[in-house]
């Protein structure tokens, strides 16, 4: 009897650098508390959509006019503002790694703008429409660590480390 090989594909993915590795992941979660162990950390990617909008305003608002960023999360179709574009890498990677792209390409950019408008009349305290016009998009991944531990009773929960910020949160208890 011959034993199968798993086939790893592999892709290249631009991804958001990570400011934490898997042994700052470590040491961060043993500081928090000692009532658990780590069993086993994964790395999973995220997709996010990025995409550059130009923001026009007429007449006397033209000096608003600006580029902006907006970050759509492409497993549940939610929006942000992007500070930055952010720092990235090309990097491989296993495919089975990557979280699925769910949410429409086409969709995200169409209703990116919504996020920009609200924007606009939260920050800035203008009533005026500007002319919002896509300029470009670009699929990026932010990287995650999941990680499976046992509480001092045995019992198993994980928690999701953000591998770029250092944050984390329990997923289930």
């Not at 999973?44 to 902006?68: A, D």
């Not at 179709?77 to 952010?86: E, I, L, R, V, W």
């Not at 990680?147 to 329990?170: P, R, T």
């Amino acid at each position: 009897m011959t034993e199968e090989k798993k086939e790893i594909n592999k892709v290249e993915i631009k991804c958001i650098r990570n400011g934490f590795k898997m042994e700052d992941a470590f040491q961060r979660l043993y500081k928090r508390s000692k009532h658990f162990t780590i069993e086993n950390m994964d790395l999973l990617f995220y997709p996010y959509l990025l995409i550059e909008y130009e923001v026009k305003f007429r007449g006397k608002l033209e000096k608003l006019s600006e580029t902006v960023l907006v970050l759509c999360d492409m497993w549940r179709g939610q929006f942000s503002m992007a500070k930055t574009a952010g720092d990235f890498t090309k990097i491989q990677v296993d495919e089975s790694s990557l979280i699925p792209v769910k949410y429409d390409k086409e969709r995200a950019i169409k209703e990116g703008p919504r996020t920009v408008y609200g924007e606009i009349q939260a920050k800035k305290k203008v009533l005026n429409i500007p002319d919002i016009e896509y300029l470009y998009d670009e699929l990026i991944y932010k990287p995650f660590y999941i990680v499976e531990c046992k509480n001092d009773e045995q019992e198993v929960f994980h928690i999701l480390f953000d591998a770029v910020n250092g944050d984390f949160s329990l997923l289930n208890a």
